[in-house]
């Protein structure tokens, strides 16, 4: 039998693409800069915003008279002149402030020489920083936080401003010992009133040195 023909396979054109249009440049450039833009809203967003925030409610705090809120917000941070002069000011009313709080939590742990030895620091540090208060425009609030320590020593331990000035100026073991003694009161300060005579003449109070001799 004859063979039969072969039927010759239909060859496929081969199928050609058009070639896809290309982005202007000028449209790349702009696609750029807009992505550009929205990264640079969003790291202003994440980083700069906050920062703005944390400025002012540090200013705030300040003017509120919460100085170590105002501090803390402050420290660390980049500042103008402007907020550099403020974080001084916040920096040395609380510090001053901080010797009540010191105080307030010695007493309540039971160390009562370290409680009566933080407002001895209070009164030298007011003293120190006294030049910079004028300096600052801070004098009203600097007296404001030192008279808190003054009223604490007189109430509590019948020690005026002198007297104290003049415990701070001894030398560290003549110090030591007279903060001991005053803290669990095996020394005791007269006040005003018990120096008075009968005739309403104040008669002068016991020596400090007279009161360490005889402790010893």
């Avoid at 703005?52 to 660390?76: I, V, W």
């Avoid at 331990?157 to 003694?181: C, F, H, L, P």
């Avoid at 009133?193 to 003449?201: D, K, P, V, Y």
Wanted: proline share 4%; hydrophobic share 40%; aromatic share 8%.
């Amino acid at each position: 039998k004859p063979k039969k023909a072969k039927k010759e396979k239909k060859v496929k054109e081969p199928v050609v693409e058009e070639p896809g249009k290309k982005l202007p440049k000028k449209m790349i450039i702009r696609i750029f800069i807009l992505c550009f833009s929205l990264l640079a809203i969003l790291i202003l967003v994440t980083v700069l915003l906050p920062h703005l925030m944390q400025m002012s409610d540090a200013r705030k705090a300040f003017y509120k008279g919460n100085y170590e809120e105002a501090y803390q917000g402050l420290a660390g941070q980049e500042l103008n002149e402007s907020d550099q002069i403020l974080l001084k000011k916040a920096e040395i009313l609380a510090q001053l402030e901080r010797k009540t709080d010191a105080y307030v939590t010695y007493q309540t742990v039971g160390k009562d020489a370290e409680a009566l030895n933080a407002l001895f620091e209070g009164v030298a540090y007011y003293w120190e920083q006294e030049a910079h208060f004028a300096e600052y425009g801070i004098q009203d609030e600097a007296n404001t936080a030192y008279a808190k320590i003054l009223i604490l020593l007189q109430d509590n331990y019948q020690i005026n401003e002198e007297t104290a000035k003049e415990i701070i100026a001894m030398d560290s073991i003549e110090y030591t010992y007279t903060v001991r003694g005053l803290a669990s009161g095996e020394i005791m300060m007269e006040s005003p009133e018990a120096t008075e005579s009968e005739n309403g003449e104040e008669e002068p109070a016991e020596p400090l040195e007279d009161l360490l001799e005889d402790e010893q």
